[in-house]
């Protein structure tokens, strides 16, 4: 019951599932046809071979016959050599036919043929034998052996007769398996378009439709539209628990974003009132990041799913799955407490899944890379989704433009009490202006909210006590490293 439950939960494995079964039931198709034919012909061509040893059978009598006669008249020892051989020839050419007939009547024949060639050998062997001995009795022999060779053509002229009968049935069998071949081909065919076209239907109805309205529906959540909901019409599959997550992320973020403007509207009343009250700054703070936090599901989300869309637009089906997957462990990331920081590993892994979707996007061109210094990966806690939008940030306008591709680096080291982490990309790098900008805190763009500054003001939200806890170094054409300072927890230095 726990296999059936996942099995009919994967769309992947059900679609891999009815691959599977199409490609078996082709298979079997091929394989009935190549047995039918194959049977068919084998019996055309040991009929062939039946009538083509008869005829070299009465070929051989033959060819006894005139040898034996040229030497009785000149005595020349290479004509009864010749004799010889073809009369051996004969006889293992007669023996050979009774492993190939399986006919009563030809059987009988042969059978014939095979005692009157024996007495026929024997006389000419009697016939040379008085004919060395200067007797001339050998006439006598030669001319009863004359007389059986005429019965052995004869024979052979009746197997031949039977067989050609005996052909003209099996001809009629290979037709009319010929004409059954021919319908079961059809019926198959119309049976593998007919399973093919089902297929299509039902991947559109579980995948393609589906994952083509949370697209839609995910470009008007990116544009702040949080009023719309997708319907859901299967929760047992991972599709529908893909869109039911989706359509609850939307309602927290709606309620969320409804909450934190009520309490900036709030804490800007208050601001003014009591400016130098360090209780009221730090709920502000911690209002700004959560709001900060909150602001980066929508813009993750539509990217990533605009990524998948491509990719199913180009009918990359299994590569669709795959995004899928990594989607999913992304929204169940983001649907946790924003408020908790995270330890560097699950930051690490998460950046991990969504390059893994913009690897199957992009192939070769990207590469990606991590050096951790032993046991750092627990000691660092940062807020949840700050490697992400950085990584993203690099791929997007310092890679993605880029003919050649481009690699992403990210390290991390223990410096006395505190951690470094290093995001390096080689691609396009920053103008000196937008760097100025960056450095300075001054570049406002409609990306803001969601881009370099964004990550910047909840780490220093955070670290409020670190001195350059955020640093943007670059060079335009060449590559960008993104520094970040963070103080390591107490009990864990």
Not at 250 to 260: F, I
Not at 345 to 373: A, D, M, N, P, V
Not at 478 to 483: E, G, L, N, P, S
């Amino acid at each position: 019951m726990k296999f059936l439950r996942r099995f009919f939960f994967s769309i992947g494995r059900q679609i891999i599932t009815i691959l599977a079964v199409i490609l078996v039931l082709f298979i079997f198709f091929v394989l009935i046809n190549q047995n039918i034919l194959g049977s068919c012909s084998r019996t055309y061509n040991r009929q062939i071979m039946l009538f083509e040893s008869v005829q070299d059978l009465k070929n051989l009598f033959g060819h006894n016959s005139s040898t034996i006669n040229e030497y009785l008249k000149t005595g020349d020892r290479a004509k009864l050599a010749e004799y010889n051989h073809t009369a051996q020839s004969a006889a293992l050419l007669i023996s050979s036919l009774y492993t190939k007939v399986s006919s009563d009547d030809v059987t009988y024949l042969l059978h014939s043929i095979d005692t009157a060639y024996k007495i026929y050998f024997s006389e000419c062997c009697s016939a040379s034998f008085l004919f060395n001995s200067g007797n001339y009795d050998y006439y006598g022999r030669m001319y009863y052996a004359e007389s059986i060779q005429t019965y052995l053509r004869k024979y052979c002229d009746e197997l031949l007769g039977l067989l050609l009968d005996q052909s003209v049935e099996t001809n009629l069998k290979i037709k009319q398996q010929q004409i059954y071949l021919k319908i079961y081909n059809w019926i198959f065919m119309l049976i593998l378009i007919t399973s093919f076209f089902v297929f299509l239907l039902y991947v559109s109805r579980k995948l393609t439709h589906p994952l083509s309205q949370l697209v839609s529906f995910s470009r008007s959540v990116a544009e702040g539209d949080f009023t719309k909901t997708i319907p859901v019409y299967d929760t047992t599959n991972s599709v529908g628990v893909l869109i039911s997550a989706f359509n609850k992320m939307v309602a927290d973020l709606k309620r969320m974003m409804e909450s934190m403007q009520e309490k900036v509207k709030t804490e800007q009343k208050l601001l003014r009132e009591q400016r130098k009250n360090l209780e009221y700054k730090e709920l502000l703070n911690r209002a700004t990041f959560l709001a900060l936090q909150t602001q980066t599901n929508p813009h993750f989300l539509f990217n990533t799913l605009n990524s998948i869309s491509r990719t199913i637009t180009l009918g990359k089906t299994e590569q669709s799955i795959e995004m899928l997957d990594s989607l999913a462990k992304l929204l169940r990331y983001s649907l946790s407490d924003a408020t908790v920081p995270v330890p560097l590993k699950s930051e690490l892994e998460i950046t991990g899944e969504y390059l893994h979707i913009q690897k199957l996007r992009f192939g070769s061109r990207i590469t990606y890379k991590t050096r951790i210094e032993q046991g750092l990966e627990s000691k660092i806690k940062l807020p949840r989704f700050t490697l992400q939008p950085l990584v993203e940030n690099a791929i997007i306008h310092g890679i993605e433009s880029s003919e050649s591709g481009g690699k992403v680096i990210i390290t991390a080291k223990q410096r006395g009490q505190y951690g470094i982490i290093r995001i390096f990309d080689n691609g396009m790098g920053i103008p000196p202006k937008t760097l100025q900008q960056l450095q300075n805190k001054s570049y406002t763009t409609r990306h803001e909210r969601i881009g370099v500054l964004n990550t910047r003001r909840r780490l220093e939200l955070q670290e409020k006590s670190v001195k350059k806890t955020f640093t943007v170094l670059s060079r335009e054409g060449k590559w960008t490293m993104i520094i970040i300072r963070l103080k390591l927890r107490r009990k864990d230095v």
